[in-house]
């Protein structure tokens, strides 16, 4: 079992950067494939990115070269950081993990960003 942990989320102005973080509890951190997702209250939630153990990362056209993933395996963290704020970007954040072995899937408790000015 994993349990996920977010932390970071906050009131941004438009333009600004926040980080968030997630970390992971077990000892297995490395074998999983985390990533971060998105929600519209109502609506689905959407991948924002994830990022392999080897630190490779896959974002999401949506938030291309404004969001970034980065992962630090001695400390089971995983920090999403976002530059360039849009008032659209006003979601809740989702960490997600994925224990690719035996298909597993985690979720942490959900972080609102607002971002207004």
């Known amino acids: 079992q994993v349990q996920l942990v977010e932390s970071g989320g906050g009131l941004v102005q438009p333009g600004g950067s926040l980080r968030l973080s997630c970390v992971a509890s077990?000892?297995?951190?490395?074998?999983?494939?985390m990533g971060w997702y998105r929600q519209v209250p109502g609506k689905q939630r959407d991948l924002v990115g994830t990022?392999?153990?080897?630190?490779?990362?896959v974002i999401d056209d949506s938030v291309q070269g404004r969001f970034t993933l980065v992962r630090d395996n001695d400390k089971s963290t995983v920090h999403l950081q976002m530059n360039s704020l849009k008032p659209e970007d006003t979601v809740v954040y989702y960490c997600?993990?994925?224990?690719?072995?035996?298909?597993?899937?985690?979720w942490g408790q959900g972080t609102q960003v607002p971002v207004s000015s």
């Open positions: 997600h993990a994925l224990q690719r072995s035996t298909k597993a899937v985690y």
């Open positions: 077990g000892d297995f951190f490395r074998l999983l494939l």
């Open positions: 990022i392999t153990n080897g630190g490779m990362t």
